[in-house]
């Protein structure tokens, strides 16, 4: 855990975990690696390297839309997740495949889909299932922060 002047941020383009002071993190912060935006405004799509680590390492509010293929409330939500995330740039948004990555999904013990899970420094704070507008996807975030 890092101290409380910096956070742990994973890049979405090369994996590193890179500390960000924490006055800086609403400052558009690039990877020290590959020099890449941080904070990307749209959803980051997992696998399964990549989901732990995102989901474990990342200190600052972490939003994991898990869904499927063959879900149609999934498909129905997936352009609302991307409308949220572009206007809550400084918090994380990433999806989960559950039916492709179902060994990567099954610790979060999802239930129905989609659901919504939100995670800061790898702990769950809470969840929300169903699909949502934007604006309620945007509320409850905000309301967690």
Not at 116 to 128: D, H, L, P, T
Not at 138 to 145: A, E, H, N, P, R
């Given at each position: 855990m890092?101290t409380a002047q910096?956070r742990?941020l994973?890049?979405?383009h090369?994996?590193?975990t890179?500390?960000?002071?924490a006055?800086?993190?609403n400052?558009?912060?690039?990877c ?6 941080l904070l990307?405004?749209?959803?980051v799509?997992?696998n399964a390297q990549?989901a ?5 390492k990342?200190e600052?509010?972490t939003?994991v839309?898990?869904w499927?293929?063959?879900c149609?409330?999934c498909h129905?939500?997936a352009?609302q997740?991307e409308?949220?995330a572009?206007q ?6 990433a999806?989960l495949?559950?039916?492709?990555f179902?060994?990567?999904a099954?610790?979060y ?5 989609p659901t ?13 299932s169903?699909a949502?507008p934007?604006?309620?996807i ?8």
């Open positions: 890092t910096s742990h994973v890049c979405p090369c994996s590193a890179n500390r960000i002071p006055n800086r993190i400052q558009n912060p690039v020290g690696k590959c020099q890449h935006a990307i405004g749209k959803p799509i997992l990549s732990p680590k995102i989901i474990q990342n600052v509010l939003i839309d898990f499927a293929s063959w149609q409330p129905m939500m352009p997740f409308q949220a572009a809550l740039p400084h918090i994380v948004f999806k495949q559950t039916d492709q179902e060994q990567t099954a610790p013990g999802i239930r129905s889909l919504m899970v939100a995670f800061k420094g790898g702990k769950e704070i809470a969840r929300q169903g949502l934007s604006n309620q945007v509320q409850w975030v905000q309301s967690l922060s």
